[in-house]
């Protein structure tokens, strides 16, 4: 089946260390995304990529960095740099003839203790 | 990108529908409207979009004002699974930027 599989599932880390967390998607989708979600709010865009090689900062990617490097594989660091890394994080991909709609992973819940 | 207003919560009664309204007064010409529902603790799901006409798929109908500054997504017999936030997101389409979420209406539906 296509789709998108983000992991781990939850994911706790120490403060102050770096964190990757795995974005994978089979659909043979261009343009991918993270997005971050904060309890009772809305998605808020960290990072997108257009095209493989290329990516752009969305509104809060300070503390984030990404990598392209496959087109199906979009992985995001969050690093000691982010102040308030605790949230749930949601990968998303569209493309091809799917341009109306983004397809999004299951999302990583990260706790930072 | 035209910002969107949804009312917070809503309920509904399992199997009547589920009217949710969405505000979105500055949209311009070439902006669709798009809707899609997070059910707690998942991915967001893509619902239904559409640019001036009534548009209906599997899932639910989405009704836009003649003037295109409000629009109503319905869900037409709720079922408990419909329980989720709504986002109401207004977009150019065919492109690959980025949607933009605001808080979304959490729509309850009751037994």
């Known amino acids: 089946d296509g789709g998108i599989t983000q992991s781990p599932k939850y994911l706790f880390r120490k403060e102050g260390q770096n964190v990757t967390l795995s974005c994978e998607q089979n659909?043979?989708?261009?343009?991918m995304y993270w997005y971050r979600q904060d309890p009772g709010q809305g998605l808020r865009l960290i990072y997108y990529s257009q095209i493989v090689n290329d990516f752009q900062k969305g509104d809060i990617a300070e503390g984030y960095s990404v990598s392209r490097e496959k087109k199906e594989s979009f992985p995001l660091t969050v690093t000691s740099a982010q102040k308030n890394p605790t949230a749930f994080y949601l990968c998303a991909s569209t493309g091809g003839t799917s341009y109306n709609e983004q397809f999004f992973g299951p999302g990583t819940r990260l706790t930072v203790l | 990108d035209a910002k969107t207003t949804q009312p917070p919560s809503m309920d509904c009664a399992e199997g009547r529908a589920a009217n949710l309204p969405c505000n979105h007064s500055t949209i311009s010409g070439n902006e669709y409207v798009y809707w899609y529902r997070q059910i707690h603790s998942q991915g967001p799901q893509y619902i239904i979009h559409g640019l001036k006409n009534n548009e209906t798929n599997e899932m639910a109908s989405l009704i836009i004002t003649e003037d295109r500054k409000s629009s109503t997504l319905i869900l037409p017999h709720a079922t408990l699974r419909d329980t989720a936030v709504y986002y109401c997101i207004v977009r150019a389409s065919g492109s690959a930027r980025q949607l933009t979420f605001g808080s979304g209406t959490q729509l309850t539906v009751l037994p």
């Open positions: 659909l043979n989708h261009d343009a």
